[in-house]
C-alpha cells in the first residue's frame, strides 16, 4: 500500500471537510475548494481527521490512493494558509508592471506582453523585477507561475530571463569553450 495513501491529515482550526456522494469539500479561512474523488478510493472523516483507504487491493487503487491524500492535503493547506510563487525577471530592460488584473511584461521583445491575471488568483508587485502570485489552489498557481516563466525562460548563456524566486539557472561559458 502507499505509505502517502496511510498518513493522516488533521484539520487544523477554522477547517471543515464535509463529503456529499462523490466530492469532498474542504472550507477554511480563506475560501473553499472540492475534489471529485476517484471510484477506487474512499474518504472517512472524523472530527479533526481524514484517512483515505482503497475499496481493494488493486495497484490502481493503491496509486490513487496516495495521490488523492495528496490532493487533500493540498487543499487543507490553501484553505487554511495558502500558496504563493515568486517570479522574477533578470535582464537589462526586463520588468513587471502590475495594473488591476494585467500584468504588463517587458523582457525583451519588441513590444510588452500583456497577460491576464484569472479571477482566483491575487498578483502584487514587490519591485519593477519581481511579482508573487498567490491563492489557495496550488494547481493553479503553480500553472500560471510557470505560463508568465515561459514567456521568456532563463537562458543558460547570460542567465535572462524570467525564474522563479530562488531558481539556479545552470551557466553555461559560450564559444570560449569550443577552443
Same mark, same amino acid.
Given at each position: 500500500?502507499?505509505? %502517502?495513501?496511510?498518513?493522516?491529515?488533521?484539520?487544523?482550526?477554522?477547517?471543515?471537510?464535509?463529503?456529499?456522494?462523490?466530492?469532498?469539500? %474542504?472550507? +477554511?479561512?480563506?475560501?473553499?475548494?472540492?475534489?471529485?474523488?476517484?471510484?477506487?478510493?474512499?474518504?472517512? !472523516?472524523?472530527?479533526?481527521?481524514?484517512?483515505?483507504?482503497?475499496?481493494?487491493?488493486?495497484?490502481?487503487?493503491? =496509486?490513487?490512493?496516495?495521490?488523492?491524500?495528496?490532493? %487533500?492535503?493540498?487543499?487543507?493547506?490553501?484553505?487554511?494558509?495558502?500558496?504563493?510563487?515568486?517570479?522574477?525577471?533578470?535582464?537589462? +530592460?526586463?520588468?513587471?508592471?502590475?495594473?488591476?488584473?494585467?500584468?504588463?511584461?517587458?523582457?525583451?521583445?519588441?513590444?510588452?506582453?500583456?497577460?491576464?491575471?484569472?479571477?482566483?488568483?491575487?498578483?502584487?508587485?514587490?519591485?519593477?523585477?519581481? !511579482?508573487?502570485?498567490? +491563492? =489557495?489552489?496550488?494547481?493553479?498557481?503553480?500553472?500560471?507561475?510557470?505560463?508568465?516563466?515561459? %514567456?521568456?525562460?532563463?537562458?543558460?548563456?547570460?542567465?535572462?530571463?524570467?525564474?522563479?524566486? +530562488?531558481?539556479?539557472?545552470?551557466?553555461?561559458?559560450?564559444?570560449?569553450?569550443?577552443?
Amino acid at each position: 500500500m502507499s505509505r %502517502i495513501g496511510n498518513r493522516k491529515l488533521t484539520l487544523p482550526t477554522g477547517v471543515t471537510a464535509s463529503l456529499e456522494g462523490n466530492t469532498l469539500t %474542504i472550507k +477554511g479561512a480563506k475560501g473553499s475548494l472540492s475534489l471529485d474523488l476517484h471510484k477506487l478510493v474512499t474518504v472517512e !472523516i472524523s472530527d479533526t481527521e481524514i484517512v483515505t483507504k482503497a475499496k481493494d487491493n488493486s495497484k490502481e487503487a493503491n =496509486i490513487n490512493v496516495g495521490t488523492m491524500n495528496s490532493l %487533500i492535503a493540498n487543499m487543507i493547506e490553501g484553505v487554511s494558509t495558502g500558496f504563493s510563487k515568486g517570479l522574477e525577471a533578470v535582464g537589462v +530592460g526586463y520588468r513587471f508592471q502590475v495594473n488591476g488584473n494585467k500584468i504588463n511584461i517587458s523582457a525583451g521583445f519588441s513590444h510588452p506582453v500583456v497577460v491576464e491575471v484569472p479571477e482566483y488568483l491575487k498578483v502584487e508587485q514587490v519591485s519593477n523585477t519581481e !511579482i508573487t502570485i498567490s +491563492g =489557495i489552489d496550488k494547481q493553479k498557481v503553480s500553472e500560471f507561475a510557470a505560463n508568465v516563466r515561459k %514567456i521568456r525562460e532563463p537562458e543558460p548563456y547570460k542567465g535572462k530571463g524570467i525564474r522563479y524566486k +530562488g531558481e539556479y539557472v545552470r551557466r553555461k561559458e559560450g564559444k570560449k569553450a569550443a577552443k
